[in-house]
């Protein structure tokens, strides 16, 4: 990567003018990082590094301008990566990096192909990324989505690094929870209501009358008893279409009341999970997102993964009874006051399942674990690696990235319900079906997970150059169009050896430095969980590269004739955007058109 070849000359300079006298600097001082940044100005230089500022203690020089010119006196003169440097400010080095090494920047490109931009930085290391995890009770919705799309590429980045990367969605379908008996048994009077049975509906959120809803007009005969709807139960057109699906699939099994009695809820429990899951599956898998696991909770229990955890960790001394309860330690591993691991009526808290989750990844062999969670809960973060640290682990290998809200805006208006008249905004049936899941991933992905995130549904639509997703495409399909007619006219850059050193304009430099900072940006979106940086540097490409246009003639036409041998360079340069745009929509999970 230029960044990582530009800050070894810099720290070979530094010993060299450490050898030549001009530092007392010890081999240990020499061990250096050099943090280089780019100049919002170009005429600043392609770099810039502040390492001279910084060596002031070490060196004993209080004139960071000297020391920045002791250094520069050691930077070769004929370097093929630094054209000039020079010292700036209070003892700024700047880099004007050298058009020749530019150049040799589309070979590689073109040698490495898919690999451009890769690296094996994070060889060796097993990363598990668990995400979205929606209770099994709802849809996916567009706040999971924001999840999905960050935790997606977070995987493809860390690939990307040469990592082994899992991708897992955590069901919670503990035998104990008391959100699926209600769900269940939503789902069960909605399938009653099927059959015929006419329900009593609380008003959503106020103290009104009820209100009677018939039952199924469809059904096979007309029943009287009025079934009452509980106050707290799952509302939406969801839960309805899962009723609709096991009248299906079992026709009136389980009338009234034997669908409300515990063989029936049990029945229902566990058909209403298997849907809602499915549900969710195809609806992830609608934007895109495969997991490699579906871990269900309800395994942790079985197995006696939980009882076994709370058994190491009473070993290891970090709980202790009271109150006829056992409780964690957790105050004094980090959390604000410790946390009820088994319930006086011996019933294990989610405390306890999650230490046992968490051990069962560690032991299937992954020695780095990333957790996407909703800003939402920023109060479990700390319980959590309590319980992880109980256990004995090493809670710097668990991170847990919390991320903001997003909302979606209509003609101007937030929206507010979902289009199946539920409280739920659906990622598949409010955004996704009607936007696409390209347009989704990018919208999600344009700030950072930190803020608060705005999709304008109607600007996501257009396919016009104000949509992000659809300037960026076009940049690609655009680039693959000059190629296909160079093809046509017998001009392709394959059939020559084009002479590179002919792209000395302003708008190809541009292009090319962009092209070199690739690699770095990859390794800084994956290194700093930032995949924004890679929406925005794709539209800076795509805005190079139609500055490009406008000021250098790729192929001649019948207004303007362009020599066949800038032809060519011309026709690299293009080919090696085209690669490089490929690879960065493949890593952002986006396609990458070759005609729009």
Same mark, same amino acid.
């Given at each position: 990567m230029i960044s990582d070849d530009l800050s070894d000359l810099i720290v070979s300079a530094i010993r060299t003018a450490t050898d030549a006298g001009e530092f007392a600097l010890s081999p240990e001082d020499c061990v250096l990082s050099i943090k280089l940044e780019k100049p919002a100005n170009k005429q600043h230089g392609d770099f810039s590094t502040n390492i001279a500022l910084t060596l002031k203690k070490a060196t004993g020089i209080s004139d960071s301008r000297d020391i920045a010119a002791r250094i520069l006196r050691h930077i070769p003169s004929e370097s093929t990566l630094v054209e000039r440097a020079e010292?700036?400010?209070?003892?700024f080095l700047n880099f004007y990096l050298n058009p020749q090494w530019l150049h040799a920047i589309l070979d590689t490109i073109k040698s490495e192909g @898919?690999?451009?931009?890769?690296?094996c930085s994070r060889h060796g290391q097993r990363i598990l990324i668990e995400f979205v995890s929606a209770n099994p009770t709802g849809p996916i919705?567009? /706040?999971?989505?924001?999840?999905?799309? %960050?935790g997606d590429v977070l995987g493809n980045l860390f690939a990307a690094q040469g990592a082994e990367v899992g991708r897992e969605f955590y069901i919670n379908d503990a035998l104990n929870s008391l959100q699926l008996e209600k769900f269940a048994s939503s789902v069960a009077l909605r399938y009653l209501q099927e059959l015929g049975h006419p329900l009593s509906i609380p008003a959503p959120g106020a103290d009104g009358p009820d209100v009677s809803e018939p039952g199924s007009p469809n059904a096979a005969s007309t029943k009287t008893a009025v079934l009452p709807f509980p106050k707290d139960g799952y509302r939406g057109e969801y839960v309805r279409d899962i009723a609709r699906a096991i009248v299906a699939d079992i026709g009136d099994k389980y009338d009234y009341p034997a669908a409300l009695q515990p063989e029936g809820i049990a029945y229902f429990r566990q058909a209403t999970l298997h849907k809602m899951v499915e549900s969710q599956r195809a609806s992830l898998e609608a934007f895109g997102l495969y997991y490699d696991t579906w871990f269900y909770e309800s395994s942790l229990y079985e197995s006696g993964a939980v +009882?076994?955890?709370?058994? %190491? &960790? &009473? =070993?290891?001394?970090?709980?202790? =009874?009271? +109150?006829?309860a056992l409780w964690l330690r957790s105050s004094g591993l980090g959390d604000d006051k410790d946390r009820v691991l088994v319930r006086s009526? =011996?019933?294990?808290?989610? /405390?306890a399942a999650d230490a046992a989750y968490h051990d069962n990844k560690f032991n299937r062999g992954y020695n780095h674990l990333i957790n996407i969670w909703g800003a939402d809960h920023h109060g479990y973060v700390a319980r959590l690696k309590a319980g992880v640290a109980a256990l004995g682990y090493d809670v710097s290998k668990l991170e847990i990235i919390l991320t903001q809200m997003v909302s979606l805006v209509r003609d101007g208006e937030a929206v507010i319900g979902g289009k199946r008249k539920g409280n739920v905004i659906e990622l598949q049936q409010d955004l996704v079906d009607e936007v696409g899941e390209d347009?989704?991933?990018f919208y999600f992905l344009l700030n950072s997970y930190e803020t608060p995130a705005t999709v304008d549904v109607e600007l996501a639509r257009k396919q016009s150059m104000d949509n992000p997703v659809y300037y960026v495409q076009y940049?690609? @399909?655009? %680039?693959?169009? &000059?190629l296909a007619k160079a093809l046509a006219e017998d001009a392709s850059p394959t059939n020559f050896a084009p002479q590179l050193g002919l792209l000395v304009d302003s708008a190809e430099l541009d292009v090319l430095r962009k092209l070199a900072d690739y690699p770095t940006e990859v390794n800084a979106a994956a290194d700093g969980y930032a995949p924004h940086r890679l929406t925005r540097y794709a539209m800076d490409l795509a805005g190079l590269m139609n500055v490009f246009y406008e000021n250098c003639r790729v192929l001649s036409g019948k207004d303007e004739i362009v020599p066949a041998e800038l032809s060519q360079a011309r026709l690299v340069l293009v080919d090696g955007a085209r690669i490089v745009m490929s690879n960065l929509l493949a890593l952002l999970g986006i396609s990458a058109p070759e005609k729009m």
């Open positions: 010292v700036a400010g209070p003892g @898919a690999r451009y931009g890769k690296s919705s567009v /706040v999971n989505g924001r999840a999905a799309a %960050l +009882d076994k955890a709370i058994r %190491l &960790i &009473i =070993e290891r001394n970090m709980a202790y =009874e009271k +109150d006829g009526n =011996e019933k294990a808290t989610y /405390v347009a989704a991933r940049a690609h @399909a655009r %680039l693959c169009s &000059i």
